[in-house]
C-alpha cells in the first residue's frame, strides 16, 4: 500500500480525491500498487462528508509519519504551499503538485531538493489542466531540441475570444458570461491580463531551456483590449485572434510572450475554441505536434494530478522529472523579435496611405463595412522595435494585433 495526503479539499482536492475513488481498480492496477487517501488536509472542516474522517489541521501531522510517501499539493497559491512542499520533500515524501505559480517561482530548487534525496516533484497540472504536456517533454520529446512551444493555455480567455469572434458580443458582456458559467473568477484579472498563461509558459519555457525563466521577464498582454470591432477586422482577414503564450528560440536566445494575435486558418491553433487549450510543439527531429484537451474543470485537473501520484507510486526511489538549473535565463529582448503588425488606425484609408507607408512601407489596407472613421493596415515583417519606432510618428492608431505567422 502506498499512502498519500492531499494538501487541499477545494475544487482540485476534492477532485483527486474523487478520481482515486471512481476508478481505484484500474489506479492501483496501473500503479502496481493500493493507493490509499490517509489524510486530507485543509483549514475546515467538512460535516457529512466521508472525507471527514481523515480531514487533519496540521501539516506536521503528515510530515512527520513516515506512512506517508507521496502529498498531493492542491492549495494554490506560493505560501503557505512552498513551505509545506519543501518541507515535505525534506522529509523524505515525493509531492505532486497543480500549483503554476509555485511551479514557475521555485520549481528549479524544488526539483533539486526532489533529485538530491531520489524523490520526485511532479506538476503535470499545473500547465494544461489534463492535457499531458510535461509528460510529453519529460519523456517523449527527450530526443528532440524544442524549437517552439506556442499555445492556447487559457481556457476562459479562450471562451471569451471565441464568443466574442463567433457572436459578435463585447468584452464586457461574454466576461459576465464567463463569471456566471464558472469559467471566470468574480476577479478575472489573472486570467484576462495573462498572468496565468504567462506563469505556465514560463514553466514550459524553463523545461526546455534547462534553466530558469522568471515568469517577471516575459512580455505579458492580456485581452481587455480586443474588441468587436477587432473581431470584425479579423474576420474580414480570414483569420481569428486567440491569446497565444509563445516561447522560441531564435539562434542561441530564447524569447517568450504572452499576447492576443491574429491567426490565419492555416495556423494548428486557429480552430480550437471555447474552453479548450492546446499546445503546439515543433521539435527539430520531430518536427510538428500537437496536444488538445480540456485545460481546466475539477475533473481533467485532478485525473492529472492523480497520473503523477501512478507515476511516483511507481518509482518511489528513482528520480524520473527532467532538472532545470537555478541559474536564471536571460531573453532575447522582445524589440529584436520580428512580426507582422495589423494596426487600427483613424481617418480616411485613401486621404493616409501615402503617410502610413512613408512610416511602414508598403503595408495591406483592410476596410470595414459599418466601421466609419477607420481603417487597418497589415505591415510588412519588421522587428518590435522597428514598429514601436515608425508608428510612434503616426497620429491616430488605435490599436496594434500581432499576427502569429506559422514558421516552417
Known amino acids: ?9 477545494g475544487t482540485v482536492g476534492s477532485g483527486v480525491v474523487e478520481v482515486i475513488n471512481t476508478n481505484g481498480d484500474i489506479i492501483n492496477q496501473r500503479a502496481g500498487d ?3 487517501i490517509k489524510y486530507v488536509l485543509d483549514l475546515r472542516d467538512f460535516p457529512g462528508d466521508p472525507i471527514q474522517e481523515k480531514i487533519v489541521h496540521d501539516v506536521d501531522v503528515i510530515i512527520s509519519d513516515p506512512d506517508i510517501r507521496i502529498v498531493v499539493e492542491v492549495m ?18 515525493s509531492v505532486v503538485t497543480s500549483n503554476k505559480a509555485l511551479v514557475a517561482k521555485h520549481g528549479a ?4 531538493i526532489a533529485r538530491e534525496r531520489e524523490l520526485n516533484f511532479l506538476f503535470e497540472a499545473s500547465v494544461g489542466g489534463g492535457i499531458p504536456i510535461i509528460r510529453a517533454l519529460n519523456s517523449c520529446l527527450t530526443a528532440d531540441k524544442i524549437e517552439e512551444i506556442t499555445g492556447i493555455l487559457n481556457g476562459t480567455t479562450n471562451y471569451m475570444l471565441s464568443k466574442m469572434f463567433y457572436e459578435g458580443a463585447d468584452y464586457d458582456e461574454v466576461l459576465k458570461e464567463a463569471q456566471d458559467n464558472g469559467y471566470a473568477e468574480r476577479n478575472p484579472e489573472a486570467d484576462v491580463e495573462g498572468y496565468d498563461a504567462c506563469r505556465k509558459i514560463a514553466i514550459l519555457s524553463s523545461l526546455i531551456s534547462g534553466q530558469q525563466v522568471d515568469f517577471e521577464d516575459i512580455h505579458t498582454e492580456g485581452i481587455t483590449k480586443i474588441t468587436k470591432s477587432d473581431m470584425l477586422y479579423a474576420k474580414k482577414l480570414g483569420m481569428t485572434i486567440k491569446l497565444l503564450a509563445s516561447s522560441k528560440r531564435h539562434g542561441d536566445h530564447l524569447h517568450a510572450i504572452v499576447a492576443p494575435v491574429l491567426l490565419a486558418k492555416e495556423h494548428p491553433l486557429y480552430s480550437i475554441d471555447d474552453v479548450f487549450n492546446a499546445v503546439f510543439v515543433h ?11 480540456s485545460g481546466a474543470g475539477k475533473l481533467p485537473t485532478a485525473s492529472a494530478v492523480v497520473a503523477d501520484v501512478v507515476d511516483e507510486a511507481k518509482h518511489l526511489h528513482r528520480n524520473i522529472m527532467t532538472m532545470w538549473k537555478n541559474e536564471k535565463l536571460t531573453l532575447q529582448p522582445i524589440e529584436d523579435t520580428c512580426k507582422r503588425f495589423f ?12 503617410e502610413v507607408e512613408k512610416a511602414f512601407g508598403e503595408v495591406q489596407v483592410v476596410s470595414v463595412d459599418g466601421l466609419d472613421g477607420e481603417f487597418g493596415v497589415v505591415t510588412g515583417v519588421m522587428t518590435e522595435g522597428d514598429y514601436i519606432r515608425k508608428s510612434s510618428g503616426l497620429e491616430g492608431v488605435l490599436h496594434m494585433i500581432r499576427i502569429e505567422d506559422q514558421q516552417a
Open 343 to 354: 494596426v487600427r488606425l483613424s481617418g480616411d484609408a485613401d486621404a493616409r496611405r501615402a
Open 76 to 93: 494554490g497559491g506560493i505560501e503557505p504551499a512552498y513551505t509545506f512542499v519543501k518541507r515535505c520533500l525534506e522529509a523524505g515524501k
Open 34 to 36: 493500493e493507493i490509499n
Open 283 to 293: 521539435g527539430n527531429m520531430l518536427g510538428d505536434a500537437m496536444f488538445y484537451g
Open 109 to 112: 530548487e524544488l526539483l533539486s
Open 1 to 9: 500500500m502506498v499512502n498519500i495526503a492531499v494538501m487541499g479539499y
